[in-house]
């Protein structure tokens, strides 16, 4: 079965300094990986996808990810947090069939 | 282009009772997909629907059903509700051409919130 696991519930950064949000995943064959984020009251949005490409994906405002095979990881990171940055954050495998399988979340505190 | 729409926005409703919720597709997506989001949890996989059939099915009991119409819109109906199904519902629509292509993209409405008490 395929499935991930976000390394961290919580994660706290200043304002102007590196993201990391930690997420390996478990596959039995080459993953499809995604990250979305979702702010309060929002639908989810899709950050970057991992298709078997490119191991360094590059998502929507200054996320990337990169694909560890050896590690089985998918780390989000983004070069400086901006407060907009503040959510929850989603590993996500494509799992059996048409599913989805998502992560338990990371939640991104951003501070001055 | 609208983007994926659900009504109702907030529900309550009693335990026993039975709910329908909507969602309205993307433009031009032909699949609706439907998750449960617990508080602090991640999204849980329900089932998907593609053209008007069950199309896969997650770990959920069959008082979770649903519909897809011609114009892929689709309903989520919940039979006698019980105390844990408080979750906020989300839906997804996407673009399907079987077979299916690594990483296709699902699209996410904002939820309905669910209160059962």
């Known amino acids: 079965a395929q499935s991930v696991t976000q390394l961290d519930s919580h994660v706290s950064v200043s304002e102007g300094t590196p993201v990391l949000l930690r997420c390996n995943y478990s596959?039995?064959?080459?993953?499809?990986l995604f990250w979305y984020v979702q702010h309060p009251n929002k639908g989810l949005q899709l950050l970057l996808k991992?298709?078997?490409?490119?191991?360094l994906v590059k998502g929507i405002n200054g996320f990337e990810a990169e694909f560890k095979k050896s590690e089985t990881s998918f780390h989000l990171t983004k070069p400086s947090a901006h407060m907009s940055d503040a959510a929850e954050y989603f590993c996500?495998?494509?799992?059996?069939?048409?599913?989805?399988?998502f992560g338990k979340g990371t939640s991104l505190l951003v501070t001055p | 282009e609208t983007g994926v729409t659900q009504s109702p926005t907030h529900l309550i409703k009693t335990r026993g009772q039975q709910v329908t919720l909507r969602c309205s597709s993307q433009?031009?997506?032909?699949?609706v997909s439907w998750y449960q989001q617990a508080l602090g949890q991640g999204p849980q996989f329900i089932f998907q629907y593609y053209r008007e059939e069950e199309n896969g099915r997650g770990n959920f009991p069959p008082r979770f059903s649903g519909l897809q119409f011609p114009n892929y819109s689709s309903e989520l109906n919940v039979n006698a509700l019980e105390l844990d199904d408080s979750a906020l519902y989300l839906c997804?629509?996407?673009?399907?051409?079987?077979?299916?292509?690594?990483?296709?993209?699902?699209?996410f409405g904002p939820g309905t919130r669910l209160t059962v008490l």
């Open positions: 596959s039995s064959y080459s993953p499809s």
């Open positions: 996500v495998v494509k799992g059996r069939g048409y599913a989805l399988n």
């Open positions: 997804a629509s996407s673009l399907l051409h079987p077979p299916i292509k690594r990483g296709y993209e699902q699209f």
């Open positions: 433009s031009g997506h032909n699949t």
């Open positions: 991992y298709t078997s490409a490119a191991t």
